[in-house]
């Protein structure tokens, strides 16, 4: 069943160059569609500036589109009023990045979590503090935590806290912006591990928005890998791992560091850095650093195809001359 | 090859907060051989980026106080050196690459500006063959029209470009040994892929040593041919890079191998050791990672274990006692 569906998704951001100057428009999000089926982790995964996080508060409308459509649960989210659209929001919640700057350092760890409860008129009162107990415990802190301020905590713990507050509402989609990548190595396996269990229980469909590959192979059901505001690749985890298409996402694989120092990588190191997206390249907009560059890619821009049942690339080596590569 | 580089013996570090004295750096000791590679691995708060700052003699005057042990560079003790002759070797025979390449280039000085101050400082140069030097190294480390470059700010370039600029800034005097501080942490991952071939590739040119700090052991894996493992302020382990890897002797290496995503089947709970790092006050009499070691026992707690050798391969654990030498799996 699909929960969420995004249609042409566009955000476009205008730069002023001056008063009597064209306006100059980066297109961070640049006509994405996928849909995310319920229960399922979808991940988006790019570098930076390829849009993925904008791309995910766009969804819970946290910044205005362009154009496109976003339906979840049937509805077209943009057309919601503000209203409307707030009182959805106990559906659909989203863990930030930066534990440390998004939590409010004011306030106690009670009236972070009691603040989603309150505005969504949530339980009755003396009932809300049960509650928030019940979920300090399912997150691994405790009745004793309740009244510290966030910086009373360490990373993974504040991290847990913004997760518990995600999770408080019993929402059905929760959006991760890059959860555990401020995180140190042996925590971040706690918070995924965390996750990992709140979605069993609670029958979430997460979101998941990252660079780390080896996390999102670990945990996620199917990927979407964007690239300069475009998605040039969607398919099951499991088969982009083994049998990746596009030239970008095997890059992107290949130079995901080695486990083991006697692991040989055959290493595809990419050219120059990612080109500035208020001026992208002309064509495939990866044209510029492919490898396989031909002479097609420089001028026409390649559809996002089917290529093999389930799996989607726009890349005119599968869709010209299919017996290279 | 063998000749060694850089030698630290039972440093301990004190810091001056406004609640007393508290020592982030507990005894640590290790050396480096010249033309070698050596990983510091650990967390954050782990004390490795405190080791490195006293190795450059960076540490705050005021606040911080080497009270024990020594580092010795290059048969010269550096260890309380006055810092007009400190200046003599950063830079020329000891450089630093940062995490964060944005805040370690100065936003209002060009590139070239900033290429020739350590050129100013150490070497004796017209003013012409500086800029034919700086536009050299720039070049080495790949960095496209360097011409127009060295007239170009900081803000001007990409992450990935900052970060060449650094290293070509930390290689202009051919140091005897460069620091890394987690150099590719900032980076993406395709960008990380190519810093990381590029300082391959200047250190087999150069044969000069590395002391790469960092938390990531993928990159661990693929640079350094010996490791330390650092934990709260002390080293926990110390070994070459395949026997690290296949046979860890110390739980707390052995869990941030094993808690790697790419060594847990998909999807399956991963492996996580509990608790976090203590915090410098909290350390008590015992082994450290006590609190947190899945194999625990009364020892451990009781009194903190000293460095054990199987060869080579050094660790802090009381379950490699010579009586004892159990094999963790």
Request: hydrophobic content about 35%; aromatic content about 6%; glycine content about 6%.
């Amino acid at each position: 069943m699909t929960l969420l569906e995004v249609k042409n998704l566009k955000k476009y951001y205008e730069i002023s160059q001056g008063l009597f100057k064209p306006k100059v428009v980066v297109k961070a999000v640049d006509n994405v569609s996928f849909s995310i089926k319920k229960g399922e982790t979808f991940a988006l995964v790019g570098e930076s500036g390829c849009g993925k996080s904008t791309t995910g508060k766009t969804l819970l409308r946290l910044t205005g589109t362009t154009s496109g459509e976003i339906l979840y649960k049937g509805k077209d989210l943009l057309a919601l009023s503000a209203e409307k659209m707030r009182s959805l929001r106990a559906e659909m919640q989203m863990v930030f990045q930066d534990p440390y700057a998004s939590l409010n350092p004011k306030m106690t760890i009670k009236q972070i979590l009691m603040e989603p409860l309150r505005v969504h008129n949530k339980f009755q009162p003396e009932e809300r503090l049960e509650k928030i107990l019940k979920i300090l415990e399912i997150v691994g802190l405790s009745k004793e935590h309740l009244d510290r301020h966030p910086n009373e905590f360490s990373g993974g713990q504040r991290q847990r806290i913004g997760i518990a507050r995600a999770v408080i509402l019993n929402p059905d989609f929760i959006v991760a912006d890059e959860p555990v990548s401020a995180l140190d190595v042996s925590v971040q396996s706690q918070v995924i591990n965390l996750m990992l269990e709140l979605q069993k229980e609670f029958g979430l469909t997460y979101l998941f928005i990252s660079h780390d590959l080896s996390v999102v192979e670990h945990m996620t059901d199917r990927v979407a890998v964007m690239y300069l505001g475009k998605i040039v690749e969607l398919v099951d985890t499991e088969e982009l791992f083994a049998n990746p298409k596009h030239p970008y996402t095997q890059a992107l694989i290949s130079a995901v560091p080695a486990s083991h120092p006697k692991e040989v990588k055959e290493r595809i190191v990419l050219k120059g850095d990612v080109p500035n997206p208020a001026n992208p390249p002309s064509g495939c907009t990866f044209h510029t650093r492919c490898p396989f560059a031909m002479d097609i890619c420089k001028s026409v821009v390649p559809a996002l195809t089917e290529i093999e049942s389930g799996h989607i690339t726009s890349c005119h080596l599968y869709t010209n001359n299919k017996e290279e590569k | 090859m063998t000749e060694v580089l850089l030698e630290i013996k039972d440093l301990g570090i004190q810091f001056k907060t406004g609640e007393g004295v508290v020592q982030p750096i507990r005894g640590v000791n290790f050396s480096l051989k010249k033309g070698e590679t050596l990983g510091v691995v650990g967390e954050s708060g782990s004390g490795k980026s405190v080791t490195s700052l006293a190795i450059m003699g960076l540490l705050p005057e005021k606040k911080s106080k080497i009270v024990s042990g020594s580092i010795h560079f290059n048969n010269q003790d550096v260890t309380h050196l006055k810092d007009r002759q400190f200046r003599k070797l950063r830079g020329n025979e000891i450089s630093m690459i940062f995490q964060e390449p944005m805040t370690s280039l100065n936003p209002v000085f060009t590139i070239g500006e900033q290429l020739s101050e350590p050129l100013k400082q150490h070497k004796k140069m017209a003013k012409k063959d500086r800029k034919e030097a700086i536009i050299n190294i720039l070049k080495q480390v790949g960095i496209p029209r360097a011409e127009q470059i060295i007239n170009e700010y900081p803000h001007q370039l990409s992450g990935g470009m900052r970060q060449r600029v650094m290293i070509s800034l930390a290689l202009l005097c051919d140091p005897k040994l460069l620091i890394c501080d987690e150099p590719t942490t900032a980076l993406d991952v395709t960008i990380q892929a190519q810093i990381l071939e590029l300082m391959k590739q200047i250190k087999s040119e150069k044969d000069m040593s590395l002391l790469f700090i960092t938390h990531d052991l993928g990159v661990v894996a693929e640079m350094c041919d010996r490791v330390v493992v650092m934990y709260a302020g002390e080293i926990v382990e110390s070994a070459e890079i395949n026997e690290l890897f296949d046979n860890p002797l110390h739980p707390y290496t052995k869990g941030l191998i094993d808690s790697l995503p790419t060594n847990n089947t998909r999807k399956s709970r991963l492996f996580s050791i509990k608790g976090q790092v203590p915090r410098p006050d909290e350390i008590g009499k015992g082994c450290a990672f006590a609190n947190r070691c899945p194999y625990a026992f009364d020892k451990c707690i009781a009194s903190a274990p000293p460095t054990f050798s199987t060869g080579e391969h050094l660790s802090k654990c009381w379950l490699q006692e010579p009586e004892r030498q159990v094999k963790i799996q």
